[in-house]
């Protein structure tokens, strides 16, 4: 099993140096070397900036696309998101919130009983007692709130319509979004991307800390950065062709017609998750076993 430390990646080839990187080119390495990370060499003189620039971000989409094909040939696609419904997808990002998905599913069974679990529902249950079915995801008093939030939001600016805000351009509806209290770039994601069919890449914990660990990421690299990073790298990625049934008594909502970039990023997105739970943990990186490890830089 390799530790965090022999997981770091030999070469720190971040651009915010210009001066030092001039003096070298980033040479993208065979992607079945067994390492993602770029060579450093001596550079002629007249290197451009811009050539450096280019390679290193060759390099790092073409690894991108070879993390996504050899998992999802390894572990074939992924029942997510779990849900029967565009707005059970928006409920559920707004319970994930800070909390595991276990709780979610216990906050959605509880709003399912109660026969709340709809835009008609969020809008007519009482507060406080949307704050009760609400608590087993944590923060409840907030979470309530801001599904209220919401469904007031969709009523006045979409007449309660979700077919009618779906159909806003993805950038539009995004600020949109993020104009909602509560609802941050990774919870508006996953709203346009798992409800709404929106080529848009769901950036996480789990995403940053592979791509950090494999030296495709520096140490600080914003969501935007990220975001902007895979979906470059993906964009033209062919529909998943690994598919496999549901887990008995699990649901999961396609939005149907959605473009083949977005469900590139459902994909990718859903198996990071995986591998950030299964092998890249937090406290340590368990290696062994992971469709990834052949991707490890040595040494």
């Given amino acids: 099993m390799r530790s965090d430390r022999n997981c770091q990646p030999p070469h720190d080839y971040r651009l915010d140096n210009p001066e030092a990187l001039t003096a070298v080119v980033m040479v993208p390495p065979p992607l079945d070397s067994g ?10 003189a007249a290197a451009s900036l811009y050539t450096i ?6 390099t790092r989409t073409s690894a991108i696309r070879s993390y996504y094909r050899t998992v999802l040939q390894a572990w074939g696609g992924q029942d997510w998101w779990p849900a029967r419904s565009r707005f059970e997808v928006i409920v559920g990002a707004y319970l994930t919130q800070n909390t595991a998905w276990a709780n979610v599913e216990r906050t959605l069974t509880n709003l399912r009983r109660a026969g709340v679990l709809s835009v008609e529902g969020i809008r007519r249950v009482p507060l406080r007692r949307l704050q ?36 806003r351009p993805t950038e539009e509806l995004r600020q949109d979004l993020l104009a909602l209290h509560g609802v941050g770039p990774e ?20 995403t940053q800390r592979v791509l950090h660990r494999h030296g495709i990421l520096p140490g600080k690299t914003s969501y935007e950065e990220v975001r902007a990073l895979v979906e470059e790298a993906l964009r033209q990625e062919p529909p998943p062709r690994v ?17 083949s970039a977005a469900r590139a990023y459902n994909e990718y997105h859903a198996l990071f998750v995986q591998l950030g739970k299964r ?18 830089p040595h040494g």
């Fill in 35 to 44: 390492s993602c990370c770029v060579r450093v060499e001596r550079a002629p």
């Fill in 53 to 58: 620039v280019l390679a290193v971000k060759n």
């Fill in 132 to 167: 009760r079915l609400v608590r087993p995801s944590g923060y409840f008093r907030q979470k309530a709130r801001r599904l209220k939030v919401f469904v007031a939001h969709l009523d006045r600016r979409y007449g309660g319509s979700l077919r009618r805000m779906f159909a």
């Fill in 187 to 206: 919870t508006a994601d996953s709203i346009l991307l798992y409800a709404g069919g929106h080529p848009v890449f769901v950036v996480d914990a789990y």
């Fill in 243 to 259: 598919a496999r049934d549901c887990q008995a008594g699990r649901h999961k909502f396609v939005v149907a017609g959605a473009p």
């Fill in 279 to 296: 092998h890249c943990l937090k406290a340590e990186a368990r290696c062994s076993g992971c469709p990834l490890e052949r991707f490890l």
